[in-house]
C-alpha cells in the first residue's frame, strides 16, 4: 500500500504515539526492553518500578542475583533476564560510567539487547531514526502487505525503511505498535476501528 496513505491514516487512528515503558533514565529504558521480551510493557512497567525503586545502575552492577529474580520473576524466563541485567549494569559501569552510549555495535553487543532492543532504545534516547520490529509491527505489516508472510523481521524492518520517510520511522514505528497493540490485535482484531482495513490480507478472510 501507499506509504502516505499509511502514515495519514495512522496519524488519524494514533495521533500522539508514544513508547508505554516507564522510564526517567536511560539504563532504565534499555533494561525495560530486555525485560519487555514475551512480555506486555504494563507487567513490565509493574517489575521496574520495583527495580528501580531499589537500585540505580551502580548497585545493579554488585546486586544478588537472587534478590534480582524475586522482582523480575513476573515477566518470564526470569533467571536469564535477571543475569541480563545485572551484565548490562556491570558493562555500563565499566565502559560508561553507567551512561548508555550512542552507539549500535557496543549495544548490540549487550547480553539480551538484540536489534529491535537497540532501535527502541536509540530512538528514543537519541532521537535516531529506527523502526523496531516487535510482534505486533511485524503482524501489522504483514497483514497489510508491507511485507510477505515469510519475511525475517530483519527483511521486514528493511522494507519498512525503504516504504516510510527516514524523519518518519521512529513515529511511525510507534504508531504500528500501537495499533497492532490496541486495534490490529492478534487475536479478535478490532476491524470496525481500522481504517486501513481494505488493505488487509486478514480482514478479507474472515
Known amino acids: 500500500m501507499n506509504s502516505d496513505l499509511l502514515i495519514k491514516e495512522l496519524d488519524k487512528m494514533i495521533p500522539n504515539p508514544r513508547c508505554e515503558l516507564n522510564y526517567n533514565k536511560d539504563y532504565e529504558l534499555l533494561i525495560a526492553t530486555v525485560l519487555s521480551a514475551q512480555c506486555t510493557d504494563k507487567r513490565v512497567n509493574m517489575v521496574t518500578k520495583e527495580l528501580f525503586d531499589k537500585y540505580d545502575i551502580f548497585s545493579l552492577a554488585s546486586a544478588n542475583i537472587r534478590d534480582i529474580m524475586k522482582i523480575v520473576r513476573?515477566?518470564?524466563?526470569?533467571?536469564?533476564?535477571?543475569?541480563?541485567?545485572i551484565e548490562i549494569a556491570k558493562k555500563l559501569v565499566k565502559d560508561y560510567n553507567g551512561?548508555?552510549?550512542?552507539?549500535?555495535?557496543?549495544l548490540?553487543?549487550?547480553?539480551?539487547?538484540?536489534?529491535?532492543?537497540?532501535n527502541v532504545v536509540l530512538s528514543n534516547i537519541y532521537d535516531v531514526p529506527a523502526i523496531a520490529v516487535d510482534t505486533h509491527v511485524?503482524?501489522?505489516?504483514?497483514?497489510?502487505?508491507?511485507?510477505?508472510?515469510n519475511d525475517s523481521v530483519l527483511k521486514v524492518e528493511k522494507k519498512l525503511m525503504r516504504k516510510i520517510p527516514k524523519d518518519k520511522w521512529s513515529r511511525t514505528h510507534h504508531q504500528?505498535?500501537?495499533?497492532?497493540?490496541?486495534?490490529?490485535?492478534?487475536v479478535n482484531p478490532d476491524c470496525n476501528s481500522c481504517s486501513l482495513k481494505e488493505y488487509c490480507k486478514h480482514y478479507k478472510k474472515i
Open 138 to 149: 511485524e503482524r501489522v505489516s504483514k497483514r497489510l502487505g508491507l511485507a510477505y508472510k
Open 74 to 85: 513476573p515477566v518470564g524466563t526470569y533467571t536469564r533476564k535477571s543475569e541480563y541485567i
Open 108 to 118: 548490540e553487543s549487550l547480553p539480551g539487547v538484540g536489534r529491535k532492543t537497540c
Open 176 to 186: 504500528l505498535v500501537l495499533f497492532g497493540r490496541y486495534i490490529c490485535k492478534s
Open 99 to 106: 551512561k548508555v552510549p550512542n552507539d549500535r555495535n557496543y
